[in-house]
């Protein structure tokens, strides 16, 4: 028997899974973009909170117009499904999230305890929340989060990246990790 403990890598859970929350994101654009980059990065659920607005319901024969992207169309066929749950508020989500999937939530933030990216915050199956396009996160959110998340920038200019942006570094990080 080995007197060695246990590294922090040997006790993170392998494969983790990644879920990302949309809430409070206002443009057509950024969630079609997000959903299609949930999709190429093995996003396990995307959890739609409010956003009565935009239908999700790919397999939906009402007249609204089908906000999720047409090249994701097909993945509501066969084997391979598109995994969308709607909750009408981010408290259900937020409850599914910890007692179902058992999942951490990292909100993506410029705050002061946010951790870098760069250091891989992440300690197992992880719920991704990104903040409002124009106002980042409300109180509401900031409240769900266990821990938050901010990307390094190096420029000069503004403090921000487009939501959708600023997404994608997030899923793609964590598959890296």
Sequence with gaps: MSNIAPTAASTIKSNPKLYFIIANISKRRNIQSILKAAVAFGVDQILVV????FNFDIQSTSDRRCDVPRQLHHLGKGHFR????QF???HECVTYV?????ARIGGVEI????LDLETEPFTGDTA?????????MN???????????KIAQYGDGT???????????????????
């Design 139 to 149: 109180q509401k959110q900031i409240d769900a989060c266990d821990f938050f998340i």
């Design 88 to 90: 009408e508020f981010l």
């Design 50 to 53: 409010g956003q009565k607005k």
């Design 98 to 102: 910890k007692d179902e999937l058992h």
């Design 128 to 136: 991704i929340m990104m903040g409002n396009e124009g106002s980042g």
């Design 159 to 177: 403090a921000s990246l487009n939501v959708n942006v600023a997404a994608n570094i997030v899923m793609h990080r964590f598959c890296m990790w």
């Design 82 to 85: 598109f995994h969308v749950l």
């Design 111 to 114: 705050m002061e305890n946010a």
